[in-house]
C-alpha cells in the first residue's frame, strides 16, 4: 500500500486496527439507508419490487464494503479522511433519500432517479480517490486502479440510462423490464469485473478490522428488525397493548435473538479466527471476498426481508378493527417473513462452510421446517405465523447449541484468551504511558 506514514493526508492502517468511532458514525447512515430499502417493497411485495429492493440494497453494500475496505487500508480517523467521509456520508444520506423514487421519477421535486445515479457515482468516486493517492508512485498499481476506477463510471452509466430511456422507447411492461435489466448489469458490472480486476490489487491488513466491520454491520441489520417490529405508523398513535400485542412482540424478540445468537455465538468468531490463520495475502484476500463481501449480502438481506415481514404486525394485531391475533398473512408475506429467515440461515451454512469446512446441518433442516411450515403459515392469523417461526427458530439454537460440544468450547475459549491478551496489553502501555 506505499511507504508507511502519511501520504497527502492519508495514514496507513496496521495489521492489528479495529474499528474506529468514525466508522460507527458513517454507518449511522448505512442504518438509515437499510431501513429506507424497504420502502421499494413495503406495499406489496412483488417479484418485481422484491428485485428492486435487492437491486438497491447491491448497490448500497457496495458503497458500504468500499468503506469497509477503506478502513481496513487507511486510518479512517486521520488525516484528510475525516473531511472526505463528512461529505460522502452526506451523499450516502442523499442517496437513501432518493431510494424510494430511484427507479420512477415521482412529479414535483428532484429526478429521484438521476439523484440516485449521482449520489452512488459521488460515493464510489470518493472512496476509490483515496485508494488513488496510496496507488501513485506504483507503475503497476496505478494501472490496476485506473481500470478500476472505470467501473463506477460505468455503472453510474447505466443508472443513467435506465433513468431517462425505458419509458421514452417502450411501454409499462417492456419498460420495467429494459430498467431492471440495466440496473442488473450495473450491479454485475461492480461485482464481477470489480472482483476480477481488484483481486490481485487489493488486500485485508487487519483481519480482526474486516471482521468486526461486518459483524457490526448484521447487528445493524437486527436492529432494524427490531425496529420493524415496534414502530408502525397506527401503533405509535396509541393502539391499546393487548395481550395478542405482547405475545406477538415476545416471538418477534425471541426470533429476532435467535438469529443474533446463530451468528455470534460461535460462527463469527471461528470465522474471524479463520481469516488470521489465513496468513497467505491473495488466499486472505479471497476468503474475506467470499465470506464476507459476498455472502454476508444474503445474510443482510435475509434479515431485511424478515424485517420486511413483521413492519406493522404489532400495529394490525392491536387494531380493534382486526381479529384478536390478526388477519392471515397470505402466501407472499409468508415468503418474505419465512423466505428473509431461510435465506439468512442458508447463508450462514454457506459462511460456515468457506470458512472453517463445517456444514452445519440443523440450519438446513430448519428450512426444510420452514417450507413444510409455510403453506400453514399463510392461512393462520399473524401470531400463529409468527409462533410457527419462532418454534422453528428456537428448536434450531437448542440443537445446534448441543450438538456443537467441543467445537463451540474450543473456539469460545480461544476468542476469550485473545480478548484478555488485548486488554493486558491494553493495560499494560495505559500504566505505562498515561
Known amino acids: ?219 445493524i441489520a437486527l436492529g432494524e428488525s427490531i425496529i420493524a417490529l415496534g414502530v408502525g405508523p397506527k401503533f405509535v398513535t396509541g393502539l391499546p397493548l393487548t395481550w395478542p400485542v405482547v405475545i406477538a412482540a415476545t416471538l418477534g424478540i425471541a426470533v429476532a435473538s435467535v438469529l443474533w445468537w446463530t451468528y455470534f455465538d460461535t460462527l463469527a468468531l471461528a470465522m474471524e479466527q479463520a481469516l488470521h490463520r489465513s496468513r497467505d495475502p491473495v488466499s486472505r484476500a479471497r476468503l474475506a471476498r467470499d465470506a464476507y463481501t459476498y455472502l454476508h449480502l444474503p445474510i443482510v438481506a435475509g434479515v431485511i426481508f424478515f424485517a420486511l415481514g413483521l413492519k406493522d404486525l404489532l400495529a394490525e394485531v392491536a387494531d380493534p378493527g382486526n381479529p384478536d391475533w390478526g388477519l392471515p398473512l397470505g402466501g407472499r408475506w409468508v415468503l418474505v417473513l419465512y423466505g428473509g429467515v431461510s435465506l439468512y440461515l442458508l447463508s450462514l451454512v454457506a459462511c460456515g462452510l468457506r470458512t472453517v469446512r463445517v456444514l452445519r446441518w440443523p440450519p438446513v433442516l430448519a428450512v426444510l421446517a420452514l417450507g413444510a411450515f409455510a403453506p400453514l403459515g399463510a392461512r393462520v392469523p399473524e401470531v400463529g405465523a409468527l409462533a410457527l417461526l419462532a418454534l422453528v427458530c428456537v428448536a434450531l439454537v437448542v440443537v445446534e447449541t448441543r450438538g456443537q460440544g467441543r467445537r463451540r468450547h474450543r473456539v469460545r475459549q480461544l476468542a476469550l484468551a485473545e480478548q484478555e491478551a488485548t486488554e493486558a496489553e491494553q493495560s499494560r502501555w495505559r500504566h505505562e504511558h498515561l
Do not use: K
Open 1 to 219: 500500500m506505499g511507504s508507511p506514514g502519511w501520504s497527502r493526508g492519508v495514514r496507513l492502517g496496521a495489521p492489528g486496527s479495529r474499528t474506529t468511532r468514525l466508522e460507527l458514525f458513517y454507518d449511522l447512515v448505512f442504518v438509515f439507508a437499510f431501513f429506507n430499502v424497504t420502502a421499494l417493497t413495503s406495499r406489496e411485495p412483488t417479484a418485481s419490487n422484491l428485485l428492486r429492493c435487492l437491486l438497491v440494497l447491491g448497490l448500497l453494500w457496495w458503497c458500504w464494503t468500499g468503506f469497509a475496505g477503506l478502513g481496513n487500508a487507511v486510518r479512517a480517523d486521520q488525516g484528510l479522511l475525516p473531511v472526505l467521509g463528512f461529505v460522502t456520508v452526506t451523499a450516502t444520506f442523499l442517496l437513501a433519500l432518493s431510494m424510494p423514487g430511484a427507479f420512477l421519477d415521482e412529479p414535483g421535486g428532484l429526478h429521484g432517479p438521476l439523484v440516485f445515479a449521482g449520489c452512488y457515482f459521488l460515493v464510489r468516486a470518493s472512496q476509490l480517490s483515496v485508494f488513488g493517492v496510496l496507488a501513485r508512485g506504483d507503475p503497476v498499481r496505478w494501472r490496476q486502479w485506473t481500470r478500476l476506477a472505470l467501473l463506477p463510471v460505468g455503472a453510474t452509466a447505466l443508472l443513467v440510462v435506465s433513468a431517462v430511456l425505458p419509458h421514452r422507447i417502450a411501454g409499462d411492461g417492456i419498460a420495467t423490464a429494459l430498467q431492471l435489466a440495466l440496473w442488473t448489469l450495473a450491479l454485475l458490472l461492480e461485482y464481477v469485473a470489480g472482483v476480477r480486476l481488484g483481486g490481485a490489487y487489493w488486500s485485508v491488513l487487519s483481519a480482526g478490522h474486516w471482521a468486526e466491520r461486518h459483524a457490526l454491520m448484521v447487528l
